[in-house]
């Protein structure tokens, strides 16, 4: 049954994985591609990356194994061994922007050119979509912006590596059911290869998957994507992976108009993700992974229940009582997208860093403070204020310690 090759897969992918990553980590520092502590990085520590070698290794040993070579197959191979190592190129000279950028498109060119394109999709009410000769050029766009936003959300220890794997098994579900079989045991290769690495990932990481893994990753599953869902005739194919990789379009959405309301460049690197902003209201790497990692959780759960939960007819009929379960999904994503995004982002931000300046200078007027912390809300940038002066450039007369971070 394809369902056990599936599983197999993924095991095998895992395996892989998780013993090549010792070896990527020792070849990472013998060739110097080692990230330094930095002021908008969360490690405090060298850190190895060349991660994304072993992902590689998991996904190409584990799809050769399990996967028929078709061209479709082949290609997707290709396009992973070139995306990587651009990656690993990058992970180790610091390429410019637009030498990345020619690479990610050069790399997902592969697997368009070799027949992984979208050339139509049904919306909802409006139908079938016919793409024409646009569908390779949108499928390559959609490709290299999937791999911007996984590359995006790879900032602390375990977070790609663990949303990867979230995503990937959900599409693995969703495929299967929709008889994409080959495109199921990729997302199981995908799943696999990412778990696999997230041992040595997970916080406290020993390993980053640097741009050479986080573009691996996106590029699989847009793959995924493409072969899993979007090549289907199914009503909500577009609407899928949205909700599936919801998360990290979220964070890239976020900074990215972040960046350009600015007038900052869209890949200079900052403190306005997510896990960034979650780290200045006080948490710990470890449970801000898990925070979005519940997060991304909660988007897979609405993904399968949009998928099968009948809640409604051939003639577009809504079952009342399928529908209200499948509300009861979507009121639970939405709950969680607020309470990450508005509550603890902005309402325990505002409380913590209010306390914060309080403690460091007690003469600090109300407005000031409210001043203070709406301007860091607003641009992501924390004053970093010592314990000897505070924003206003006084000395404080009692302060006390600041919480950790």
């Given at each position: 049954?394809?369902?056990?090759?599936?599983?197999?897969?993924?095991?095998?992918?895992?395996?892989?994985?998780?013993?090549a990553?010792?070896?990527?980590?020792r070849?990472?520092?013998?060739?110097?591609?080692?990230?330094?502590?930095?002021?908008?990085?969360?490690?405090?520590?060298?850190?190895?990356r060349?991660?994304?070698?072993?992902i590689?290794?998991?996904?190409?040993?584990?799809?050769?194994?399990?996967l028929?070579?078709?061209?479709?197959?082949?290609?997707?191979?290709?396009?992973?061994?070139?995306?990587?190592?651009?990656?690993?190129?990058?992970?180790?000279?610091?390429?410019?922007?637009?030498?990345k950028?020619?690479?990610?498109?050069?790399?997902?060119?592969?697997?368009?050119?070799?027949?992984?394109?979208?050339?139509?999709?049904?919306?909802?009410?409006?139908?079938?979509?016919?793409l024409?000769?646009?569908?390779?050029?949108?499928?390559?766009?959609?490709?290299?912006?999937?791999?911007?936003?996984?590359?995006f959300?790879?900032?602390?220890?375990?977070?790609?590596?663990?949303?990867?794997t979230?995503?990937a098994?959900?599409?693995?579900?969703?495929?299967f059911?929709l008889?994409?079989?080959?495109a199921g045991?990729?997302?199981?290769?995908?799943?696999?290869?990412a778990?696999?690495?997230?041992?040595?990932?997970?916080?406290?990481?020993?390993?980053?998957?640097?741009?050479?893994?986080?573009?691996?990753?996106?590029?699989?599953?847009?793959?995924?994507?493409?072969?899993?869902?979007?090549?289907?005739?199914?009503?909500?194919?577009?609407?899928?992976?949205?909700?599936?990789?919801?998360?990290?379009?979220?964070?890239?959405?976020?900074?990215?108009?972040?960046?350009?309301?600015?007038r900052?460049p869209?890949?200079?690197?900052?403190?306005?993700?997510?896990h960034?902003?979650?780290?200045?209201i006080?948490?710990?790497?470890?449970?801000?992974?898990?925070?979005?990692?519940g997060?991304?959780?909660?988007?897979?759960?609405?993904?399968?229940?949009?998928?099968f939960i009948?809640?409604?007819?051939?003639?577009?009929?809504?079952?009342?009582?399928?529908?209200?379960?499948?509300?009861?999904?979507?009121?639970?994503?939405?709950?969680?997208?607020?309470?990450?995004?508005?509550?603890?982002?902005?309402?325990?931000?505002?409380?913590?860093?209010?306390?914060?300046?309080?403690?460091?200078d007690?003469?600090?007027?109300?407005?000031r403070?409210?001043?203070?912390?709406r301007r860091?809300?607003?641009?992501?940038?924390?004053?970093?204020?010592?314990?000897?002066?505070g924003?206003?450039?006084r000395?404080p007369?009692?302060?006390?310690?600041r919480?950790?971070?």
């Amino acid at each position: 049954m394809a369902e056990v090759d599936a599983l197999l897969a993924f095991a095998v992918a895992l395996a892989v994985a998780a013993a090549a990553t010792p070896l990527t980590i020792r070849l990472a520092r013998r060739v110097g591609a080692v990230d330094q502590p930095r002021d908008r990085g969360l490690t405090d520590r060298p850190m190895p990356r060349l991660g994304g070698l072993a992902i590689l290794a998991g996904a190409a040993v584990s799809t050769l194994i399990f996967l028929p070579l078709t061209d479709e197959t082949k290609g997707i191979l290709l396009g992973a061994v070139a995306i990587t190592l651009v990656g690993a190129l990058d992970d180790r000279f610091d390429l410019p922007a637009n030498v990345k950028l020619t690479g990610q498109f050069a790399a997902g060119l592969i697997p368009v050119l070799s027949g992984v394109v979208v050339q139509d999709f049904t919306l909802p009410f409006l139908g079938r979509v016919e793409l024409d000769a646009w569908g390779g050029p949108l499928t390559l766009v959609g490709l290299v912006g999937l791999m911007n936003v996984v590359n995006f959300s790879d900032g602390v220890d375990g977070l790609a590596a663990g949303v990867c794997t979230i995503s990937a098994a959900t599409f693995a579900v969703i495929a299967f059911d929709l008889g994409r079989t080959e495109a199921g045991v990729l997302a199981a290769v995908t799943a696999g290869a990412a778990a696999g690495f997230l041992f040595y990932n997970f916080h406290p990481a020993s390993v980053l998957m640097g741009d050479s893994g986080a573009n691996l990753l996106g590029l699989l599953l847009g793959c995924v994507a493409v072969q899993g869902t979007l090549k289907t005739n199914a009503v909500i194919a577009l609407v899928l992976p949205l909700v599936i990789l919801a998360v990290p379009f979220i964070d890239t959405s976020f900074v990215v108009a972040k960046r350009i309301k600015y007038r900052r460049p869209i890949y200079a690197a900052d403190r306005w993700h997510l896990h960034h902003r979650m780290a200045n209201i006080g948490f710990s790497q470890r449970r801000t992974v898990l925070y979005l990692y519940g997060w991304t959780v909660t988007m897979a759960a609405l993904a399968l229940a949009l998928r099968f939960i009948p809640y409604s007819d051939d003639r577009g009929h809504l079952h009342l009582g399928w529908a209200a379960l499948l509300a009861l999904f979507g009121v639970a994503a939405l709950a969680a997208s607020v309470y990450l995004v508005y509550v603890l982002e902005i309402f325990k931000f505002r409380r913590v860093r209010a306390r914060q300046l309080r403690d460091l200078d007690p003469d600090t007027s109300e407005h000031r403070i409210e001043s203070e912390v709406r301007r860091e809300l607003e641009t992501g940038e924390l004053e970093a204020l010592s314990p000897r002066e505070g924003p206003t450039g006084r000395r404080p007369r009692a302060p006390r310690a600041r919480p950790e971070p």
